[in-house]
């Protein structure tokens, strides 16, 4: 995985015009950006996946579901031991069809993501990192709520995604077919 947002771009959303704290939000950054394709249950970037299993002990079937989509390319199948090649595909949805059907063990090779570099990650998912990696940035330590007489402070649980970049993100979640 890689960082889907720059960190050009984020120090300019906070604000910042100084290199004190590149490391610190560079690690930010890779770790949001890491989280945020496990929560996606996606690939931003365009990554290879190499021989990903598919095994069917069932009816035989028509279409093969990878796992991440949407595939930029397939590279090769391997069905029951032998290279086939791809009589059809529909690459935004993942499926891979066959006229003879799918059965047994196949193994295929191919890329997926939604960009091909950080230049080209959809400007939502960015904004969504900026906002989030300021919220940790702006968190005083792991505070759950702190009272001082008439005043109080709670922070969101520190395990959750803010809601601000649920919205941004929520399209682009792999949900299951």
Known sequence: MGLLVTLEEVKIYLEINNDEKDAQLGFVLESLSDALEVYLGRYILIKEIIEEPHYIDGPAQKSLQLNFYPATEI????????????ERAELNAGLIFREDCWYGTSLVTYKAGLAASVDDVPKDIKLALCMWAKEILNRD??????????????????????????????KYRRHCL
């Open 141 to 170: 330590g792991f505070v759950k709520s702190e009272s001082l007489g008439d005043f109080s402070m709670s922070y969101a649980d520190n395990n959750s995604i803010p809601n601000a970049v649920l919205s941004l993100v929520e």
């Open 75 to 86: 590279s090769k199948i391997i069905f029951n031991g032998y290279e086939v090649s791809v």
